[in-house]
């Protein structure tokens, strides 16, 4: 019955195709160009591949909205009229977002026309998506083939969505006849009071008709001005946006009551891609889906479902994100301006952006910010922002780091505990380094070693960490101003977080919770009521009962603390088990350095006993390299799995959240060995006759003589530079083009073979598909972090740390200019004001870098026993004796059983003392080993230093932050300016109105004169100079 019933609805939609029911005049009279919101619409007549059902003959039977157009094409044809895919078939209305969805060419298709085959007489029809549901909609059982009740769910809700889509006011067109296989697009057109509307519940500032003059400087800072941009002039770039501006238009939140305010002299420019999309992603993660399915068959089946589907109606909010996740749509996203590289390819912003920015050839160039803004939005453009910032300040840094290395390049002959180490004549014997295997040797071997230390450990190295530490706060101070002056250029100075909660819908995944739990609910009120005799008296009663509970079970239900309890224990629980994972494989890289040191030594090979120290400490570095990018990875996607798990509401704290326990993470996986070498190698080693072990059999490493500078610094330059080289770089250059070569045969082998005669181009829709998907900005900045981090932290072991750095940042904005130009799909523009939570952590990085320094310069290098010698033991004012003084002395026939040398005779001669570097009592002492005085002396000294460094740098950097204003002068002018101007735009708006009020109350008053004073003949001559009207007034009020 419910077939046969269908048969005159698809009956009169045939006819309205044919042109039967259609307006007066028939299908020829039809007009030939679209207008926005009818009741219906056409194409051009000449476009007879494509034939549109009169929406007017279904609207009569209810199954439609009344308001929008849904347009389904059969087969989109790449011509220059729709600019390959830019444009909808029309060639007018301009493509602001695309849905994908995966679809079965061979299934049934609910829809009431249907689409012909290629090979027929009759051009094929444009198959129509309804608003609400019709029962039976399928084809014939004789016909149909077996149904996929999951496929024909997400088909439903498809349906559904588009409706809704359709009933806010945007208008769609399908193409599901690509070059991919089992893809369908939808593309969306927003009309303009569409974008009038959003633009104005936004709160979106657009320029208005008024310009003013943006203050210039004055005298000699003009002067100044003009002679740097003369000299900057050949490495700007070649972009109208990035030119410096006289004049500005004043801005004003979008208002339709105020449209006279704004230039809408050209309507199709005045709301650019960039805010086109995001008005529309807007609307599809505000649209909801609500009546889906959660069964197709029929009787039993289908009513079991109603209590969901009335829950869902009640609690779920279905918008894009949700059905992203759940496969409805397999994809969502803006489309690019056009093609970036060709001959015959239109220019576009995207090819001005890959031609001044995206390319390894203007590397020397400056970013063109307000274009990166312009085309991606403001997020991404602040991210650029800063990172062209920092790599700006690590040019002085590279400097000043490059001067203290030559310094200490320049005075490493002059250096006089390096040239008595490498003395031969002070013949000095040290103890051994392992037990047995390892023998007595000469601390002149360790000369290479000292006088390397030396180029690091010097006094420069000092004033360069404080210049860092000020460095750091100046940075910060840098990026605040222009940050500030980013806001008033791109108009956020009002923009408020409170603006964009009106935005932060629920996560589709903090729904789905929701709904569990209320579902969960309401089967314990169930078993509840089962249990408990129903009332026979008043039934009405119950019923009434049973409403009001189902209505409090899904009214304002929300997740508690008791609800992500499991998941907050299983966080603390994994983090604290990831984090004993990277001790104990540093613990496991110190005993590969122990046994490795061990099995050098014996080695019958002089050469290569003579470089044990540095052969451990490089292969050691090496696999810590490989470990640290191996978990890297699985820190990342262990943390975004611990996110999802604690079910947060919103994409921001989604994002808050994942970005603190990624960083926890990979900040512990990344500095853990570097910490290790600088704060606890050596510092645990107890002392010949009485060392300390590991599991009773592994011997705690020592330093070397000169001290574990040199070490800390080959540790932190090869895990800098291999991480950039390699997880920075590498990884994101090979991994995106792996992934697209994999996804591109992919959809070829699934892709029908095509001959080349009918081999078409793609459009752009299908173009950016092929493209990956943008993961947001947490990698990037993670990376940044993690580099901001060895650039601070222990730059007192290794000043050049900031040169690599600068070095690295100069490739990585290009390569990351080329991937989002090239490699990514255009992200959906979000507005920001600055980089959010990354601010915060980069200032508790610099604090940090402080203290670590502070404790580097006093703990690990030789800086502090150097000082205490100069100035409270040493003879004559110098360093001579120095290394004499820091070693002790140990007797040999003290050594425990089982630990002397197995070859005491190794150096040819008899060893009865041998040194050993350590502040302890000399073996004829009367309390011999005992920590001598000079510890306790230098141990003070020590900790004076962390105290009064940390104070006094501290002090510095909080001076600096207080002297440097976060708002640069001139902005704090033109923000006030444009207060003024907008109060005097709007004072005299009033004034023209209230002029227009009393002209018009004038004309009122002296046509009310003449009646009043009793002369009806002057009446209608007051009313203008034409014919007097027939009847006669006779006084009173009009």
Same mark, same amino acid.
């Given at each position: 019955?419910?077939?046969?019933?269908?048969?005159?609805?698809?009956?009169?939609?045939?006819?309205?195709?044919?042109?039967?029911?259609?307006?007066?005049?028939?299908?020829?009279?039809?007009?030939?160009?679209?207008?926005?919101?009818?009741?219906?619409?056409?194409?051009?007549?000449?476009?007879?591949?494509?034939?549109?059902?009169?929406?007017?003959?279904?609207?009569?039977?209810?199954?439609?909205?009344?308001?929008?157009?849904?347009?389904?094409?059969? /087969? !989109?044809?790449? &011509?220059?009229?729709?600019?390959?895919?830019?444009?909808?078939? $029309?060639?007018?209305?301009? *493509? @602001? #977002?695309?849905?994908?969805?995966?679809?079965?060419?061979?299934?049934?298709?609910?829809?009431?026309?249907?689409?012909?085959?290629?090979?027929?007489?009759?051009?094929?029809?444009? /198959? !129509?998506?309804? &608003?609400?549901?019709?029962?039976?909609?399928?084809?014939?059982? $004789?016909?149909?083939?077996? *149904? @996929? #009740?999951?496929?024909?769910?997400?088909?439903?809700?498809?349906?559904?969505?588009?409706?809704?889509?359709?009933?806010?006011?945007?208008?769609?067109?399908?193409?599901?006849?690509?070059?991919?296989?089992?893809?369908?697009?939808?593309?969306?057109?927003?009309?303009?009071?569409?974008?009038?509307?959003?633009?104005?519940?936004?709160?979106?500032?657009?320029?208005?008709?008024?310009?003013?003059?943006?203050?210039?400087?004055?005298?000699?800072?003009?002067?100044?001005?003009?002679?740097?941009?003369?000299?900057?002039?050949?490495?700007?770039?070649?972009?109208?946006?990035?030119?410096?501006?006289?004049?500005?238009?004043?801005?004003?939140?979008?208002?339709?009551?105020?449209?006279?305010?704004?230039?809408?002299?050209?309507?199709?420019?005045?709301?650019?891609?960039?805010?086109?999309?995001?008005?529309?992603?807007?609307?599809?993660?505000?649209?909801?889906?609500?009546?889906?399915?959660?069964?197709?068959?029929?009787?039993?089946?289908?009513?079991?479902?109603?209590?969901?589907?009335?829950?869902?109606?009640?609690?779920?909010?279905?918008?894009?994100?949700?059905?992203?996740?759940?496969?409805?749509?397999?994809?969502?996203?803006?489309?690019?301006?056009?093609?970036?590289?060709?001959?015959?390819?239109?220019?576009?912003?995207?090819?001005?952006?890959?031609?001044?920015?995206?390319?390894?050839?203007?590397?020397?160039?400056?970013?063109?910010?307000?274009?990166?803004?312009?085309?991606?939005?403001?997020?991404?453009?602040?991210?650029?922002?800063?990172?062209?910032?920092?790599?700006?300040?690590?040019?002085?840094?590279?400097?000043?780091?490059?001067?203290?290395?030559?310094?200490?390049?320049?005075?490493?002959?002059?250096?006089?505990?390096?040239?008595?180490?490498?003395?031969?004549?002070?013949?000095?014997?040290?103890?051994?380094?392992?037990?047995?295997?390892?023998?007595?040797?000469?601390?002149?071997?360790?000369?290479?070693?000292?006088?390397?230390?030396?180029?690091?450990?010097?006094?420069?190295?000092?004033?360069?960490?404080?210049?860092?530490?000020?460095?750091?706060?100046?940075?910060?101070?840098?990026?605040?101003?222009?940050?500030?002056?980013?806001?008033?250029?791109?108009?956020?100075?009002?923009?408020?977080?409170?603006?964009?909660?009106?935005?932060?819908?629920?996560?589709?995944?903090?729904?789905?919770?929701?709904?569990?739990?209320?579902?969960?609910?309401?089967?314990?009120?169930?078993?509840?009521?089962?249990?408990?005799?129903?009332?026979?008296?008043?039934?009405?009663?119950?019923?009434?009962?049973?409403?009001?509970?189902?209505?409090?079970?899904?009214?304002?239900?929300?997740?508690?603390?008791?609800?992500?309890?499991?998941?907050?224990?299983?966080?603390?629980?994994?983090?604290?088990?990831?984090?004993?994972?990277?001790?104990?494989?540093?613990?496991?890289?110190?005993?590969?350095?122990?046994?490795?040191?061990?099995?050098?030594?014996?080695?019958?090979?002089?050469?290569?006993?003579?470089?044990?120290?540095?052969?451990?400490?490089?292969?050691?570095?090496?696999?810590?390299?490989?470990?640290?990018?191996?978990?890297?990875?699985?820190?990342?996607?262990?943390?975004?799995?611990?996110?999802?798990?604690?079910?947060?509401?919103?994409?921001?704290?989604?994002?808050?959240?994942?970005?603190?326990?990624?960083?926890?993470?990979?900040?512990?996986?990344?500095?853990?060995?570097?910490?290790?070498?600088?704060?606890?190698?050596?510092?645990?080693?107890?002392?010949?006759?009485?060392?300390?072990?590991?599991?009773?059999?592994?011997?705690?490493?020592?330093?070397?003589?000169?001290?574990?500078?040199?070490?800390?610094?080959?540790?932190?330059?090869?895990?800098?530079?291999?991480?950039?080289?390699?997880?920075?770089?590498?990884?994101?250059?090979?991994?995106?083009?792996?992934?697209?070569?994999?996804?591109?045969?992919?959809?070829?082998?699934?892709?029908?073979?095509?001959?080349?005669?009918?081999?078409?181009?793609?459009?752009?829709?299908?173009?950016?598909?092929?493209?990956?998907?943008?993961?947001?900005?947490?990698?990037?900045?993670?990376?940044?972090?993690?580099?901001?981090?060895?650039?601070?932290?222990?730059?007192?072991?290794?000043?050049?740390?900031?040169?690599?750095?600068?070095?690295?940042?100069?490739?990585?904005?290009?390569?990351?200019?080329?991937?989002?130009?090239?490699?990514?799909?255009?992200?959906?523009?979000?507005?920001?004001?600055?980089?959010?939570?990354?601010?915060?952590?980069?200032?508790?990085?610099?604090?940090?870098?402080?203290?670590?320094?502070?404790?580097?310069?006093?703990?690990?290098?030789?800086?502090?026993?150097?000082?205490?010698?100069?100035?409270?033991?040493?003879?004559?004012?110098?360093?001579?004796?120095?290394?004499?003084?820091?070693?002790?002395?140990?007797?040999?026939?003290?050594?425990?059983?089982?630990?002397?040398?197995?070859?005491?005779?190794?150096?040819?001669?008899?060893?009865?003392?041998?040194?050993?570097?350590?502040?302890?009592?000399?073996?004829?002492?009367?309390?011999?080993?005992?920590?001598?005085?000079?510890?306790?002396?230098?141990?003070?000294?020590?900790?004076?230093?962390?105290?009064?460094?940390?104070?006094?740098?501290?002090?510095?950097?909080?001076?600096?932050?207080?002297?440097?204003?976060?708002?640069?002068?001139?902005?704090?002018?033109?923000?006030?300016?444009?207060?003024?101007?907008?109060?005097?735009?709007?004072?005299?708006?009033?004034?023209?109105?209230?002029?227009?009020?009393?002209?018009?109350?004038?004309?009122?008053?002296?046509?009310?004169?003449?009646?009043?004073?009793?002369?009806?003949?002057?009446?209608?001559?007051?009313?203008?100079?034409?014919?007097?009207?027939?009847?006669?007034?006779?006084?009173?009020?009009?």
């Amino acid at each position: 019955m419910e077939e046969t019933a269908l048969d005159p609805l698809l009956a009169k939609a045939a006819g309205a195709v044919n042109g039967e029911g259609a307006p007066p005049g028939g299908p020829s009279a039809q007009p030939p160009t679209m207008r926005v919101n009818e009741k219906y619409s056409t194409l051009p007549a000449e476009d007879r591949s494509v034939h549109i059902i009169n929406i007017c003959a279904i609207e009569d039977i209810g199954y439609l909205p009344s308001e929008g157009t849904l347009l389904n094409s059969l /087969s !989109v044809d790449p &011509d220059a009229e729709c600019k390959y895919g830019l444009y909808f078939r $029309d060639g007018k209305r301009k *493509v @602001d #977002y695309i849905l994908v969805y995966h679809h079965k060419r061979a299934s049934g298709s609910r829809t009431l026309a249907r689409r012909a085959q290629h090979g027929d007489a009759a051009p094929g029809a444009r /198959s !129509v998506k309804q &608003d609400h549901p019709l029962p039976g909609k399928g084809r014939p059982s $004789d016909a149909e083939p077996a *149904v @996929d #009740y999951h496929e024909d769910d997400k088909q439903f809700r498809r349906d559904e969505y588009e409706g809704n889509l359709l009933e806010a006011g945007l208008e769609l067109e399908r193409d599901e006849d690509t070059k991919i296989h089992g893809l369908g697009f939808v593309k969306i057109h927003a009309p303009w009071n569409v974008l009038c509307r959003e633009a104005e519940f936004l709160k979106l500032k657009m320029p208005t008709k008024k310009m003013y003059h943006i203050n210039e400087t004055r005298g000699l800072l003009k002067k100044i001005n003009s002679v740097l941009q003369k000299i900057t002039d050949p490495i700007q770039p070649r972009v109208a946006e990035h030119r410096p501006q006289t004049m500005k238009r004043l801005s004003y939140p979008f208002s339709r009551e105020k449209q006279h305010l704004f230039d809408l002299s050209d309507k199709d420019s005045f709301f650019d891609s960039k805010t086109r999309s995001t008005i529309v992603y807007e609307i599809l993660k505000r649209t909801t889906c609500t009546k889906a399915k959660y069964s197709m068959g029929q009787g039993e089946g289908r009513k079991k479902d109603s209590a969901l589907l009335s829950k869902r109606r009640k609690c779920g909010q279905h918008g894009i994100t949700s059905l992203l996740a759940n496969g409805v749509y397999s994809a969502a996203y803006p489309l690019h301006d056009g093609d970036y590289e060709g001959d015959n390819v239109e220019f576009n912003d995207r090819k001005l952006l890959y031609e001044e920015w995206a390319r390894y050839g203007v590397f020397y160039k400056y970013q063109p910010i307000d274009l990166i803004r312009k085309y991606f939005g403001e997020k991404i453009g602040l991210y650029f922002a800063w990172l062209g910032v920092y790599t700006q300040m690590l040019i002085p840094a590279s400097v000043v780091g490059i001067i203290v290395f030559l310094y200490g390049c320049a005075t490493v002959d002059e250096n006089i505990p390096s040239m008595e180490m490498c003395d031969q004549r002070h013949n000095v014997t040290m103890c051994p380094l392992c037990d047995k295997t390892c023998s007595y040797w000469k601390m002149s071997s360790a000369c290479a070693t000292a006088r390397a230390s030396h180029l690091f450990d010097n006094p420069a190295t000092v004033f360069f960490s404080v210049f860092m530490a000020l460095w750091a706060a100046t940075f910060m101070e840098h990026w605040k101003r222009k940050q500030m002056r980013l806001n008033y250029l791109w108009d956020l100075t009002g923009f408020e977080e409170e603006e964009e909660a009106v935005k932060d819908h629920p996560r589709a995944e903090y729904e789905a919770r929701v709904l569990e739990k209320s579902l969960r609910k309401e089967s314990k009120n169930k078993e509840k009521r089962r249990h408990i005799p129903e009332e026979s008296t008043n039934k009405w009663k119950q019923r009434v009962k049973t409403a009001m509970a189902g209505v409090k079970l899904t009214d304002k239900v929300k997740l508690t603390w008791r609800d992500r309890f499991p998941a907050y224990f299983t966080n603390l629980v994994s983090i604290i088990f990831m984090i004993a994972v990277t001790f104990a494989i540093v613990l496991g890289v110190i005993i590969y350095r122990i046994s490795t040191a061990a099995a050098l030594a014996m080695n019958s090979s002089p050469s290569v006993r003579s470089n044990i120290r540095v052969t451990v400490t490089a292969t050691a570095v090496v696999i810590n390299l490989v470990v640290i990018i191996l978990l890297d990875e699985v820190y990342g996607c262990i943390a975004r799995w611990l996110t999802k798990i604690e079910v947060p509401k919103t994409e921001k704290s989604f994002e808050e959240r994942l970005i603190f326990k990624a960083f926890l993470l990979k900040f512990v996986n990344s500095y853990t060995p570097i910490f290790y070498v600088a704060f606890f190698k050596g510092r645990f080693v107890g002392r010949p006759g009485d060392y300390v072990y590991i599991f009773r059999s592994f011997r705690m490493e020592e330093c070397a003589p000169g001290g574990c500078l040199m070490e800390l610094c080959i540790q932190l330059s090869i895990i800098m530079l291999g991480k950039q080289l390699i997880q920075n770089n590498l990884f994101e250059i090979g991994i995106p083009k792996m992934k697209k070569l994999i996804r591109h045969l992919k959809l070829r082998r699934q892709s029908p073979p095509e001959c080349e005669e009918h081999v078409k181009r793609k459009q752009r829709y299908e173009v950016d598909y092929n493209l990956e998907p943008f993961a947001g900005l947490t990698p990037e900045y993670m990376e940044m972090i993690i580099q901001f981090g060895f650039v601070t932290l222990f730059v007192a072991s290794f000043p050049l740390a900031p040169l690599f750095a600068l070095l690295n940042n100069i490739i990585e904005i290009r390569l990351d200019a080329k991937k989002f130009v090239t490699e990514l799909r255009r992200p959906v523009a979000v507005r920001a004001k600055d980089i959010g939570i990354w601010y915060n952590i980069l200032r508790g990085v610099g604090k940090l870098a402080v203290i670590i320094n502070a404790f580097v310069i006093s703990f690990t290098s030789d800086f502090i026993p150097r000082l205490v010698y100069l100035y409270m033991y040493s003879q004559n004012g110098t360093m001579h004796g120095f290394v004499n003084h820091t070693l002790s002395s140990f007797n040999v026939s003290d050594f425990q059983n089982g630990t002397a040398p197995n070859d005491p005779l190794d150096l040819g001669y008899e060893v009865q003392i041998c040194r050993y570097k350590d502040y302890r009592e000399p073996p004829w002492s009367e309390h011999k080993y005992d920590i001598s005085k000079d510890f306790w002396a230098v141990l003070a000294a020590r900790l004076a230093f962390v105290i009064v460094f940390q104070n006094l740098v501290m002090f510095m950097s909080d001076f600096v932050d207080w002297v440097i204003p976060d708002i640069p002068k001139d902005i704090s002018q033109q923000i006030h300016k444009e207060k003024v101007l907008m109060v005097e735009l709007f004072m005299r708006e009033e004034q023209g109105k209230l002029q227009l009020l009393d002209t018009w109350m004038d004309k009122e008053r002296k046509k009310d004169e003449p009646c009043n004073n009793h002369t009806p003949r002057a009446c209608p001559d007051s009313l203008g100079d034409g014919p007097a009207p027939d009847h006669t007034y006779h006084g009173g009020v009009l």
